[in-house]
């Protein structure tokens, strides 16, 4: 397998050419990046897949909502619609997808949109929503287009972009020098428990600019939430069960799946690419996989933004009659670096702050 996987190597020298030439283009202004007088905050890494950009908007969303008027722009990945859309109660995963119409069933109190031209949805949003203090726009690292106010680049613990290699012989997007463009790097899913060594060895791996902040964050996994609440059986205790079927279609499942191993006896994995649509077979397949499990006491447990696509009609006559139940993450810093981060985040956004 390693040596078929070789052969994409130059593949990636290739893909790396043209992202270095895509940034020397934008960093001598022949391409340009367009600047708002709303303070804009992007959130993106630098590999493909799951790093834990969506809990990171949630957590700066928490942040800065509760006395400004805000919005969150995404692309809508694997939507079926096209084009500007502004996230209302009617929408499903397949009219805004997954992580924006998470975000748009959590947060009442702000603004959701979707446009693949990030630069549009932003003057979308200003023209539509006055006032507007600002945009956090999700996974738009790479879109250049827009020049944020605030970068922020998250890299998961497990899998630092600095031990990945570039796309297809690796899951890099770019080469790891456009860390440089990033106000702070966020470490993702560290232990609880985090050593001063451990920290040190982390900022020697990852190597900062001048004037770059670090900083260390880690998840908490919450109690489990019914994904059909109403049809949920009161007497199924998830917290007391033997056998659990983990559903992912996420691009790191492995902290849940540790996580999850303490919860049960028997943990049986159904794991997917990420953004998994799932099909009528597959949902069939889990169906009848739970049915044959030998005990009473078992669930399926699935993530927050995959039980968005398990809320569709189909899902819900094929699982709405069984305990499937998702698990939703906490997302926090450090104690040092929550003063540092929450004071950078603020201070990015100067005068819209209200008081």
């Given at each position: 397998?390693?040596?078929?996987?070789?052969?994409?190597?130059?593949?990636?020298?290739?893909?790396?050419?043209?992202?270095?030439?895509?940034n020397i283009l934008f960093d001598t202004k022949i391409l340009p990046s367009a600047h708002f007088q709303t303070p804009i905050i992007s959130v993106g890494n630098l590999v493909a897949g799951g790093s834990?950009?969506?809990?990171?908007?949630?957590?700066?969303?928490?942040?800065?909502?509760?006395?400004?008027?805000?919005?969150?722009?995404?692309?809508?990945?694997?939507?079926?619609?096209k084009g500007y859309r502004l996230a209302n109660d009617s929408d499903t995963s397949e009219t805004l997808g997954d992580e924006p119409l998470q975000y748009?069933?959590?947060?009442?109190?702000?603004?959701?949109?979707?446009?693949?031209?990030?630069?549009?949805?932003?003057?979308?949003?200003?023209?539509?929503?006055?006032p507007l203090d600002a945009v956090i726009l999700d996974d738009a690292f790479q879109h250049r287009f827009v020049k944020p106010k605030l970068s922020?680049?998250?890299?998961?613990?497990?899998?630092?972009?600095?031990?990945?290699?570039?796309?297809?012989?690796?899951?890099?997007?770019?080469?790891?020098?456009?860390?440089?463009?990033?106000?702070?790097?966020?470490?993702?899913?560290?232990?609880?428990?985090?050593?001063?060594?451990?920290?040190?060895?982390?900022?020697?791996?990852?190597k900062p600019y001048p004037?770059?902040?670090?900083?260390?964050?880690?998840?908490?996994?919450l109690p489990f939430v019914p994904v059909y609440p109403e049809r949920f059986n009161s007497s199924i205790n998830p917290d007391n069960v033997y056998s659990i079927i983990m559903v992912t279609g996420i691009g790191n499942p492995g902290p849940m799946e540790e996580y999850l191993?303490?919860?049960?006896?028997?943990?049986?994995?159904?794991?997917?690419a990420d953004h998994h649509a799932f099909t009528s077979k597959e949902l069939l397949l889990l169906s009848e996989k739970f049915k044959y499990l030998p005990t009473r006491r078992k669930i399926i447990v699935t993530t927050e933004k995959?039980?968005?696509?398990?809320?569709?009609?189909?899902?819900?006559?094929?699982?709405?009659?069984?305990?499937?139940?998702?698990?939703?993450?906490?997302f926090d810093f450090h104690p040092a670096d929550k003063?540092?981060?929450?004071?950078a985040v603020n201070q990015s956004l100067g005068s819209s702050a209200k008081v």
């Open positions: 397998m390693e040596v078929f996987r070789f052969l994409l190597f130059p593949f990636a020298l290739l893909y790396g050419l043209v992202t270095k030439v895509r834990g950009k969506t809990p990171m908007v949630e957590y700066i969303t928490r942040l800065i909502s509760s006395n400004r008027s805000i919005a969150i722009l995404s692309r809508g990945y694997k939507r079926k619609t748009h069933q959590k947060f009442s109190n702000v603004n959701v949109a979707v446009c693949e031209s990030r630069k549009e949805g932003i003057k979308k949003l200003i023209n539509a929503i006055q922020i680049l998250v890299t998961d613990y497990y899998k630092l972009f600095t031990k990945d290699w570039l796309l297809p012989y690796g899951m890099l997007r770019e080469h790891i020098s456009g860390r440089k463009r990033a106000e702070i790097i966020v470490v993702t899913k560290t232990p609880r428990i985090f050593s001063p060594i451990v920290r040190k060895q982390l900022l020697e791996e990852i004037g770059q902040l670090v900083c260390f964050s880690y998840i908490n996994y191993r303490r919860q049960c006896t028997d943990l049986e994995l159904m794991e997917f995959d039980a968005k696509r398990l809320q569709n009609k189909e899902a819900i006559e094929i699982l709405g009659d069984l305990p499937v139940f998702y698990t939703p993450i906490a003063i540092l981060f929450d004071q």
